[in-house]
Nanobody
């Protein structure tokens, strides 16, 4: 079974930084589009950033210039570096990845989600 395991997160003061990691494991053939989502209390889950297999990236306007998404294909891991954090960044952050994997003699491709990690920005 393929799974995504997140690490990082925590509580910081406004202006602080955090780095989130998301490592994929299992019988993985290849990683495709990967991304980070967040869900604040009472809000819908929103796409924060995504990175395609060619390395191109997209960010929601509210985090542009502050957050950086990256990936290490050898480590099968994606990262989200969050700088200049604001209280409105407070949310549970989830990683997502479209993964091609091997089940027996059959290849499959599907989206997987990490377990989520809390990011709290407050003074």
């Amino acid at each position: 079974q393929v799974q995504l395991v997140q690490s990082g997160g925590g509580s910081v003061q406004p202006g602080g930084s955090l780095r989130l990691s998301c490592a994929a494991s299992g019988s993985i053939v290849s990683l495709h589009t990967m991304g980070w989502y967040r869900q604040a209390p009472g809000k819908e889950r929103e796409l924060v950033a995504r990175i395609l297999s060619d390395g191109s990236t997209d960010y929601v306007d509210s985090v542009k210039g502050r957050f950086t998404i990256s990936r290490d294909n050898a480590k099968k891991t994606e990262y989200l570096q969050m700088n200049s954090l604001k209280p409105e960044d407070t949310a549970v952050y989830y990683c997502n990845a479209n993964i091609a994997f091997f089940v027996g003699t059959t290849f499959r491709r599907a989206d997987y989600w990490g377990q989520g990690t809390q990011v709290t920005v407050s003074s």
